[in-house]
């Protein structure tokens, strides 16, 4: 039936939108629909302490902590999790903006309050977090080998190197983390460990996956290094005096940038280069290892579990999350159902004039 209500329809670039739009509303009122019932299991979902959660969908708030925490790429705080991403200006008229990059990556952190204390392992997490930066840059302040000016951090230029980036038009860089300290609201799966354990990040890791740190295989072993000495007496002693061509591979190395043609687009010639700080050793202390306060394979850990698929990562207390929640499935089910009746009345107007 539905066909033959098509089949008398004519074929224009009104009916063609109004068909587009008509498929967009019902896809927006199912999204609508999906928050709304997630809003549902959030609200029926009792809050637990730490200590005397059950095994199976719980709701926590706590503080993160862990032994092992890795470097943000723009802001290069210490963090569990970031998530970087890079937007492009579509149009310089108009204020439409198109994601280009995103980075996401973490490790195991822990989540504690006064009962107790659990391992959280990010992986599948849907994550509202707050944003820790955010700049805009004009294409202008780059140069064509992506070193930057002194408006742009050489860390934007590393992230943009890293993902194949020359900046066009306006960009804009976000950056968000979790941070040790930060206060959580979590919403996942409590479950026996299957093998999750808190660990330190690979520095040859995938920085574009959300997975576990892979091992490099022998495939992609390497020549041997040149050394360039950051802080001995015979060597440059600051970056400054170096080179713009050393400085530029040194940062392309430190980002763990291997791809001869990203070197040559930042106007290096590419080799294997090593950066060598002689840095004083750490002076020795009698306190325990850090880790040595967390127990790095734990009987449980909360994820994403298979038969309760919920899990949110939230800075938000758990009233706040919901109701944001309330807010945007509101919007998206009466927005979706009112572009769908407007895409129905444009076709019913098109028979008519028949």
Known sequence: ??????????????????????????????????????????????????????????????????????????????????????????????????????????????????????LIEPLGADLDLLRDFRQEYAASLFSSDLSGQDEVSPRISVFLLRHGIAPARLLRIEERVIRPNDALFVTGTLMENPGVQARPLSPHSDATAKSAPSKLSEQNAVPAPQIIRLATAAAPSTIHEMSQQTKIAAALTRAGITKPEAWSAAGVP?????????????????????????????????????????????????????????????????????????????????????
């Open 270 to 354: 590419y080799q294997s280069v090593a950066v060598e700080e002689n840095a004083p050793p750490a002076p020795v202390s009698e306190e325990p290892p850090k880790s040595s306060r967390f127990n790095v394979t734990p009987p449980v850990v909360l994820m994403k579990g298979s038969y309760h698929p919920t899990f949110v990562i939230s800075f938000r207390s758990q009233k706040e999350f919901v109701s944001a929640l309330a807010w945007k499935s509101a919007a998206m089910a009466w927005g979706g159902a009112a572009i769908t009746l407007l895409g129905l009345y444009v076709l019913l107007a098109q028979m008519e004039l028949l």
């Open 1 to 118: 039936m539905i066909v033959c209500f098509f089949l008398f329809i004519p074929i224009n670039h009104l009916t063609i939108l109004s068909t587009v739009a008509i498929a967009g509303g019902l896809y927006f009122f199912y999204l609508g629909f999906q928050l709304r019932a997630r809003k549902h299991l959030l609200l029926t979902t009792p809050t637990s302490r730490i200590g005397s959660a059950a095994l199976g969908l719980v709701e926590v708030t706590g503080v993160a902590a862990g032994p092992y925490t890795m470097t943000a790429p723009i802001t290069g705080k210490p963090c569990f999790l970031y998530q970087t991403t890079a937007w492009q200006q579509r149009n310089a008229r108009k204020d439409e903006w198109e994601k280009i990059a995103e980075e996401t990556l973490h490790v195991p952190f822990f989540l504690g309050d006064s009962t107790g204390q659990f």
